[in-house]
């Protein structure tokens, strides 16, 4: 609403509160939403009226209207030379001990708080499109546009938590923390929205968001392909060439899984369902790179192994 609330009602700036609600009686008859329903120049009037209302029936903001401190939406208003001010405003200049003051008086009355509910029910009666949201309606429009800012922020989870899902505290803006919950197999990269968590919108309308993105940090064991998981496992020569069972890392803890004989350093085995969470239900899989590893220190009955093969071979 950006008309003076006094021209939007057709009320004096002296009007008194039983006058202001003769004339919203007035103008809700006519204008209201349930009653025109396909005319949104109608539904633009009940909302202006309403916003009017509002604003003159509280006394504080009638108050520091007049005096010229916020202007019909309520926002705060700049004053800087004399003689500025709202339509039956004086502005006055006095000496104080900080320097030159401004002051405002205003020819306006005071109003008592009166529920614009009250009224409309008093016009439609009581079961009249529900009066418990009337009021709601007729802000609806200056509200629909008016939305408080979103914040950003960044959160970094281990791979564990992004598998498994956590709850998570995040520090916003202004030193607010809020605890976020971390999906089940959410991706680096990904966005969370938390709804109304955001900057408060100083018209009245909805909160802003929150837009935490999540990065996921890299595991030490394990690289990321998609839902899979891809681990390089080190074997020694003799379970690489004789095979048996080794001892394998996963999200959920070590199990054990069996390499084949004459494994090939390179050679990749899969554990099914050990991945990472699939959007539709169920896990990639774990896919474990053979990598064969010598002994730390030498070996001597290795090598006399190894040097027995070469001259069987004639090397």
């Keep these: 609403m950006s008309r003076d609330p006094y021209e939007v009602l057709g009320v004096s700036r002296s009007a008194n509160d039983t006058e202001i609600k003769k004339a919203y009686r007035k103008l809700a008859k006519a204008y209201h939403p349930d009653s025109n329903p396909d005319d949104p120049k109608a539904q633009e009037r009940f909302s202006e009226a309403t916003a009017a209302y509002d604003l003159l029936t509280d006394k504080d903001k009638r108050a520091r209207f007049d005096r010229g ?42 109003a008592a708080d009166i529920d614009p ?10 079961g009249f499109g529900g009066f418990g949201g009337a009021r709601q309606r007729g802000r609806s429009a200056r509200q629909a546009s008016s939305r408080g800012e979103d914040v950003s922020a960044k959160l970094q989870i281990d791979l564990v938590d992004a598998a498994k899902g956590a709850t998570k505290r995040v520090r916003l803006g202004g030193g607010r923390e809020i605890d976020v919950k971390i999906p089940a ?87 099914k369902g050990k991945g990472l969470p699939k959007p539709g239900g169920g896990r990639g899989d774990l896919h474990v790179s053979v990598r064969i590893v010598l002994p730390d220190k030498p070996d001597a009955e290795l090598e006399a192994l190894m040097r027995r093969r070469r001259e069987a071979k004639g090397g």
């Design 117 to 126: 509910d009250d009224i409309l029910s008093q016009v439609f009666g009581r």
């Design 185 to 271: 197999g959410i991706e680096s990269g990904k966005q969370i929205r938390l709804k109304g968590q955001g900057r408060a919108d100083p018209m009245g309308g909805p909160a802003g968001d929150a837009l935490i993105e999540v990065t996921v940090r890299p595991h030490p064991q394990f690289t990321v392909a998609g839902n899979n998981l891809r681990h390089e496992l080190s074997v020694p020569l003799e379970d690489a060439v004789l095979g048996g069972p080794v001892r394998v890392p996963t999200l959920d803890g070590a199990v054990e899984m069996k390499i084949p004989a004459w494994t090939s350093s390179g050679r990749t085995l899969r554990l």
């Design 69 to 110: 401190e916020i202007d019909a939406e309520g926002n705060p208003r700049f004053h800087g030379f004399e003689g500025f001010g709202p339509r039956g405003a004086r502005t006055h200049r006095r000496a104080g001990p900080g320097g030159t003051q401004w002051t405002y008086s205003s020819t306006g009355g005071g």
